[in-house]
């Protein structure tokens, strides 16, 4: 009889295991069956590192089984002190337990002709921007750009920003001013310089022009 009640006491302390980071908050616009998933994996890949079965793993952080089977499969919500003691089993630092999460999170999807219409110099004169995606995270910023000069755009050649840009032409003919030296370009051509020197369109065709703009920079020092 004790015995039995000793295995309700159990699977009751699972629950409220499973349960307790339910009600807690995730960021916005990320779901808990997302994070949850995500850190089953990195539990499950790190346990296999280091060549434990699910048995050793559970034994080690005092926890079932049948608990650690339902975290690596993303079925419940471990609490922080389970999480704690799995690190502590495996010998890593806590934090690297949602590394595969962190990482798969900054990841930016844009639709074909969904990118963002950004206002910037060069707008007035017929340039539109269209952002094609962002990272989040990290010391570098990067910010790949789909830029289309119209018919009557006009020539702009004084953009200057800190970081390198990469430029390749998709479509049309210009002349592209770089500091003193001017480059043409036409479909397939590429230019990559760093983007402190002034810098932008000098002589356009008259006819649609349209290329990929690619702006890396520290983000230490802003844009």
Do not use: W
Not at 6 to 23: L, V
Not at 86 to 115: H, K, M, N
Not at 126 to 131: A, D, N
Request: proline share 4%; net charge negative.
């Amino acid at each position: 009889m004790a015995q039995a009640g000793g295995r309700a006491g159990s699977r009751q302390a699972e629950q409220a295991e499973g349960g307790e980071a339910e009600t807690g908050s995730t960021a916005p616009g990320v779901t808990h069956r997302s994070l949850e998933t995500a850190l089953g994996s990195q539990i499950r890949a790190i346990r296999r590192q280091h060549d434990l079965s699910v048995a050793d793993l559970a034994g080690a952080a005092g926890i079932s089984n049948g608990m650690l089977s339902k975290i690596e499969n993303g079925g419940i919500s471990p609490s922080l002190s389970t999480l704690q003691a799995i690190s502590t089993a495996l010998q890593v630092p806590l934090s690297s337990l949602f590394a595969s999460f962190e990482e798969r999170q900054d990841c930016s999807y844009v639709p074909a002709g969904q990118g963002v219409t950004i206002d910037r110099r060069g707008t007035k004169v017929g340039h539109i921007y269209q952002l094609l995606g962002h990272v989040l995270r990290g010391d570098v910023g990067i910010e790949p750009y789909l830029i289309t000069l119209s018919e009557d755009a006009a020539p702009y050649t004084s953009f200057r920003h800190s970081g390198v840009e990469f430029i390749h032409m998709l479509s049309g003919e210009m002349t592209y001013r770089h500091g003193a030296n001017s480059y043409p370009l036409k479909e397939g051509d590429s230019l990559l310089f760093d983007s402190a020197a002034a810098h932008g369109p000098e002589a356009l065709s008259g006819k649609r022009i349209s290329y990929l703009s690619i702006i890396v920079y520290p983000r230490s020092e802003g844009r």
